[in-house]
T-cell receptor
Framework: DTEVTQTPKHLVMGMTNKKSLKCEQHMGHRAMYWYKQKAKKPPELMFV???????INESVPSRFSPECPNSSLLNLHLHALQPEDSALYLC???????????FGDGTRLSIL | RKEVEQDPGPFNVPEGATVAFNCTYSNSASQSFFWYRQDCRKEPKLLMS???SGNEDGRFTAQLNRASQYISLLIRDSKLSDSATYLC??????????FGTGTRLQVFP
């Protein structure tokens, strides 16, 4: 069982919709991450939150908007996505620094 | 040159075989090293951290050679359940993992 939980597991949305992905961890980790993964490719880092503050944004388009309400929760708000944004979105958490990251089981997103 | 390079495979091996994966990384300032396992359509799962002294976890042995910037993973007595993609991961900037493209292993009966 994963200690990082993500909801929903699957999401289908149109290009004009607004939706949010949610992530929760109860390991007391101080860093949380969003990744995007396309089929047969490694995960690509999108955002990093450290101590609830955005510390890294890997030049992600503004149609993706992260939010960290508290140390256990991480959201990714989606608006006006494109078909090429269809992918597996993974949340991860870690103690930060050079520590290993622990992944949730992801949200599989399809944009119609 | 890619920051982390792996042979994509696939490696097709029979049950009980020993198989080794290699990985090279380009940044000599890398601080931490990991092997992750990813099953089809699932999330990456940490298999083990890798240390210069080498470390073993059951049938799995990982080794790091900093001088050659080379990481290895050895799987002994392969099981059908070992079939997965194995990701070599390196970290040289705080909070940023650099993933290799993965090596696919298929264990057959």
């Amino acid at each position: 069982d994963t200690e990082v939980t993500q909801t929903p597991k699957h999401l289908v949305m149109g290009m004009t919709n607004k939706k949010s992905l949610k992530c929760e961890q109860h390991m007391g980790h101080r860093a949380m991450y969003w990744y995007k993964q396309k089929a047969k490719k490694p995960p690509e880092l999108m955002f990093v939150y450290s101590y609830e503050k955005l510390s890294i944004n890997e030049s992600v388009p503004s149609r993706f908007s992260p939010e960290c309400p508290n140390s256990s929760l991480l959201n990714l708000h989606l608006h006006a996505l494109q078909p090429e944004d269809s992918a597996l979105y993974l949340c991860a958490s870690s103690q930060g620094g050079f520590a290993p990251q622990h992944f949730g089981d992801g949200t599989r997103l399809s944009i119609l | 040159r890619k920051e982390v390079e792996q042979d994509p495979g696939p490696f097709n091996v029979p049950e009980g075989a020993t198989v080794a994966f290699n990985c090279t990384y380009s940044n000599s300032a890398s601080q931490s090293f990991f092997w992750y396992r990813q099953d089809c359509r699932k999330e990456p799962k940490l298999l083990m951290s890798v240390y210069s002294s080498g470390n073993e976890d059951g049938r799995f042995t990982a080794q790091l050679n900093r001088a050659s910037q080379y990481i290895s993973l050895l799987i002994r007595d392969s099981k059908l359940s070992d079939s997965a993609t194995y990701l070599c991961v390196v970290c040289y900037n705080t909070d940023k993992l650099i993933f290799g493209t993965g090596t696919r292993l298929q264990v057959f009966p």
